[in-house]
């Protein structure tokens, strides 16, 4: 069993920055992936950017690279996503999430993740 609490989120204005944390607890094995997702009033669920939990085989989707960076630190069990020139179009709940299934490439597939947090809200003004 895995658990994973986001925090980080608020209220901030476009061209502000924000970090995002994600705390994991459970059985983690280093080639799962964890991911990070988001989603907005009325919208599907869309990847924004996922890690190998030992490092490496990062991934981003288009709307965000160059703004965001994903990161992990292992020894306090913490996926991070730093996010910078926020627009308000990024206004949306940020999941964390992880995929135990070890498969050899990031999956931009949110149903292909197994545990997910309970989110924290961005709200981005303009």
């Known amino acids: 069993q895995v658990q994973l609490v986001e925090s980080g989120g608020g209220l901030v204005q476009a061209g502000d920055s924000l970090m995002l944390s994600c705390a994991a607890s459970g059985r983690i094995f280093s080639r799962h992936i964890m991911g990070w997702f988001r989603q907005a009033p009325g919208k599907e669920r869309e990847f924004v950017a996922a890690i190998l939990w030992s490092g490496g085989m990062i991934s981003y989707a288009d709307s965000v690279k160059g703004r965001f960076t994903i990161s992990r630190d292992n020894a306090k069990n913490t996926v991070f996503l730093q996010m910078n020139s926020l627009e308000p179009e990024d206004t949306a709940v940020y999941y964390c999430?992880?995929?135990?299934?070890?498969?050899?490439?990031?999956?931009?597939?949110?149903?292909?993740?197994?545990?997910w947090g309970q989110g924290t809200q961005v709200t981005v003004s303009s």
């Open positions: 999430a992880l995929d135990r299934s070890q498969r050899l490439v990031v999956s931009t597939v949110w149903s292909e993740y197994d545990y």
